[in-house]
């Protein structure tokens, strides 16, 4: 069925993995081989009615698909302006969108005949929903987690556990997310028989950001039919939250082709965009290099360094942005914006106030931007925003932002 997907966009990769000059495959010799039988193994899935059958069947009675298209009603009298549509992937199991790439990658994996997964995860979202679909399967999960980050996310690598996953602290180079990637590759060269690396956003090495926004862009898919249905129309505006860009490009690439559509992406701003990097904004405040197998826009120091960057929002913390976004950024498809910590807090309260979600605080940097645009725009403009995570995982961070005193029970 998702066939239809595959041939009729304008976007990229060409057959070496790469958006104009970003994306591509920069990894050692050893690797090679691995990505290659998973880029075989991926393009006979993408037209095999078989793999996206299971797909759909789990996406529908595991995830929890399609997710609703809900017309905030309040929240676009208050703003005064655009009528505002959330696409409310926080509905998903798991409480985000990052369940629907991985259980792709772990479907290919169970066909390559793959035992054991591996994956890095920054703040645990991503670790989390692939021990998941890694217990429901009784595969094998291996998540690589920053020792900083270990301590930080506590909930998140205790539920780790309770799936039956093993977390491994890295305490090498700076023991953040880039260190996690790092030996999560390291871990794939020396175990290729019978591992697969299951990446949790759109970057990597080719195929990844392709094979990632595949499947995520069940989002945008979706979100097509339930406006044309809604509204009988296209949206005028779409914006997501950006911190490798999965959850982004899922709801953008089935529009790309729709250039009356305006496509904003939102970054971590932090503090705001300085000359401190205080901030996860890789596009608005980074520059090209090389990580994580691919050519984009990254946070880095004058000599080059990756720098952690720095957000209220732990899950936007990806140093880079996948190779397709920096792509769209340069030819002018897509328009990145920077929202702050502060910015992402109104929107948050607004949003539990206004309309009873609690967002995750990824989605409240969309958000954010709706409030700062809709109040200008007609009222026949229809922005779509990508709710893609729900807060309760945020919440104590927000008590603390917000100078509340809360007794945890711990
Ligand atoms: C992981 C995560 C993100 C950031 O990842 P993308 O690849 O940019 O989507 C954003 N929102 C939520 C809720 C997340 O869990």
Excluded at 39 to 63: P, R
Aim: hydrophobic share 40%.
């Amino acid at each position: 069925m998702a066939n239809d997907l595959f041939n009729s966009f304008m976007t990229g990769p060409d057959e070496t993995g790469r958006f104009g000059k970003f994306g591509g495959r920069f990894v050692s010799e050893t690797l090679m081989p691995l990505i290659l039988s998973l880029e075989d193994e991926y393009e006979k899935a993408k037209t095999d009615d078989s793999f996206w059958a299971e797909m759909n069947d789990l996406w529908t009675n595991y995830v929890g698909r399609p997710s609703p298209m809900y017309f905030a009603e309040r929240l676009t009298a208050h703003l005064g302006g655009a009528q505002i549509y959330m696409k409310r992937d926080e509905l998903n199991h798991t409480g985000a969108h990052k369940i629907n790439n991985v259980l792709g990658q772990i479907i290919l994996a169970r066909r390559m005949g793959k035992t054991r997964i591996i994956a890095e995860t920054g703040a645990g979202q991503h670790g989390v929903a692939t021990a998941t679909v890694c217990a429901k399967f009784g595969l094998k999960c291996v998540v690589y987690m920053g020792a900083h980050d270990v301590e930080r996310q506590a909930p998140n690598v205790f539920r780790m556990r309770l799936l039956g996953a093993e977390v491994i602290p890295v305490t090498s180079g700076r023991g953040t997310l880039k260190d996690a990637m790092n030996d999560a590759l390291r871990d794939w060269v020396t175990n290729v028989r019978d591992t697969f690396y299951c990446i949790g956003t759109v970057a990597g090495p080719h195929p990844y950001p392709a094979m990632v926004r595949d499947f995520q862009a069940i989002i945008g898919k979706e979100a097509k039919a339930q406006l044309e249905e809604q509204i009988g129309r296209l949206p005028d505006t779409l914006i997501a939250a950006i911190g490798g860009g999965s959850n982004a490009m899922g709801l953008f690439f089935p529009f790309l082709d729709d250039k009356e559509v305006e496509i904003i992406g939102v970054e971590a701003g932090g503090k705001g965009v300085n000359a401190k990097m205080e901030h996860c904004a890789s596009l608005t405040g980074g520059r090209p290099g090389v990580l994580h197998g691919n050519r984009t826009y990254l946070l880095q120091d004058d000599d080059g360094q990756i720098l952690e960057g720095f957000s209220i929002s732990a899950g936007l913390d990806y140093p880079g942005i996948g190779p397709e976004h920096a792509w769209l950024h340069e030819i002018g498809r897509a328009k990145y914006v920077a929202i702050t910590d502060a910015e992402a807090l109104e929107a948050f309260q607004l949003c539990c106030e206004q309309e009873g979600i609690i967002p995750a605080l990824e989605p409240s940097h969309a958000l954010a931007h709706v409030m700062k645009i809709a109040p200008d725009l007609p009222k026949d403009h229809v922005i779509c925003m990508n709710m893609c995570g729900r807060g309760d995982k945020d919440i104590f961070t927000v008590a603390k932002a917000l100078g509340f005193e809360m007794n945890t029970g711990a």
